[in-house]
């Protein structure tokens, strides 16, 4: 039996006949489709929790002048990284802003201008 291969065309000879393999050039494209389909639905959903854990905290803002890391791990529940991470987003986007430095920090809701940290 005599094998030749190539990259989209497989053929298979024998005494009796032959065949021929034809690679489905579908195949990768569908599949990378889907990959591309589920990393969207995954997007998707971590958008819709920011903009929920987004409205929690200005809604932690109507009652309240100033939050800690540990008080936003306690209100959404999540861990230390990730409320670092999510204080660094709010912050990076004006929408709170960072006072204090190390054990000390504190961040209030960013209105207008920002206030110096010299003042506080």
């Not at 990730?82 to 709010?90: E, K, P």
Request: charged share 30%.
């Amino acid at each position: 039996m005599i094998i030749q291969k190539t990259k989209l065309v497989e053929f298979f000879s024998d005494f009796n006949g032959f065949r021929v393999v034809m690679k489905n050039l579908n195949y990768d494209f569908i599949k990378n489709l889907n990959n591309r389909e589920s990393t969207i639905k995954t997007e998707i959903k971590k958008r819709k929790i920011l903009e929920v854990q987004i409205q929690k905290i200005m809604e932690f803002f109507e009652t309240n002048n100033e939050l800690t890391r540990l008080k936003l791990e306690k209100l959404l529940n999540v861990k230390e990284s990730c409320a670092r991470d999510l204080l660094r987003y709010l912050v990076k986007n004006d929408m709170l802003q960072k006072i204090g430095a190390t054990r000390n920090i504190r961040y209030i809701k960013t209105v207008g201008k920002k206030l110096s940290n010299e003042n506080h």
